[in-house]
T-cell receptor, first 113, second 115 residues
Framework: GEQVEQRPPHLSVREGDSAIIICTYT??????FSWYKQEAGAGLQLLMS?????DRKEEQGLTVLLNKKDKRLSLNLTAAHPGDSAVYFC????????????FGIGTRVLVRP | GPKVLQIPSHQIIDMGQMVTLNCDPV?????FYWYKQILGQQMEFLVN????????KSKLFKDQFSVERPDGSYFTLKIQPTALEDSAVYFC?????????????FGAGTRLSVL
């Protein structure tokens, strides 16, 4: 079945710097790619999702890149601020799998003032 | 935005007892899910549920597990009897439709500790 690796597990950046998180997956049929944010004590919040026909998507200081050849998905937080401190998860699923997501292990991001 | 509530946030029980984890999904959602995350490991799919039936389940969804949503109330995960390896955080989610383009809304999780 699908396997997802996420790195790094921990990331500490200064306010205003960028933070990049990368996930690699194994199933070339994967069709749906998403990033979630989990703040302390809260549920997972969907940040962005892309389908396999999208290489790049930008929204509100977040950039998602999808490299299907290398089976790599990345999330770039530009100009990070302390409110971005959280755990970030990538999650993928195939077309026929409905909402059966395969998650990465998560990246704990700390943005220092 | 829409919220999924999970009750309780932490449950401690003795091995062999029964436990029921409660989830209050988004009110107009039709599809419901449970995921399990053992400490230090990835969150893993357990089961999804629609129209009163289990649609898909993973190998983690043991015979001791069951789900239901009686009369549109809480969506519940029952474990009977519990085992030590059931200790984990259980996340509930709901969505309006199915297919990868539908947004799943997740609760904050219930931490289950089996002693």
């Amino acid at each position: 079945g699908e396997q997802v690796e996420q790195r790094p597990p921990h990331l500490s950046v200064r306010e205003g710097d960028s933070a990049i998180i990368i996930c690699t997956y194994t199933d070339s049929a994967t069709a749906y790619f998403s990033w979630y944010k989990q703040e302390a004590g809260a549920g997972l919040q969907l940040l962005m999702s892309v389908l396999s026909n999208v290489d790049r998507k930008e929204e509100q200081g977040l950039t998602v890149l999808l490299n299907k050849k290398d089976k790599r998905l990345s999330l770039n937080l530009t100009a990070a601020h302390p409110g971005d401190s959280a755990v970030y998860f990538c999650a993928v699923s195939g077309d026929s799998a409905g909402n059966k997501l395969t998650f990465g292990i998560g990246t704990r991001v700390l943005v220092r003032p | 935005g829409p919220k999924v509530l999970q009750i309780p946030s932490h449950q401690i029980i003795d091995m062999g007892q029964m436990v029921t984890l409660n989830c209050d999904p988004v009110s107009n959602h039709l599809y419901f899910y449970w995921y399990k995350q053992i400490l230090g490991q990835q969150m893993e799919f357990l089961v999804n549920f629609y129209n009163g039936k289990v649609m898909e389940k993973s190998k983690l969804f043991k015979d001791q597990f069951s789900v239901e949503r009686p009369d549109g109330s809480y969506f519940t995960l029952k474990i009977q009897p519990t085992a030590l390896e059931d200790s984990a955080v259980y996340f509930c989610a709901s969505s309006l439709g199915r297919g990868g383009q539908n947004t799943l809304y997740f609760g904050a999780g219930t931490r289950l500790s089996v002693l």
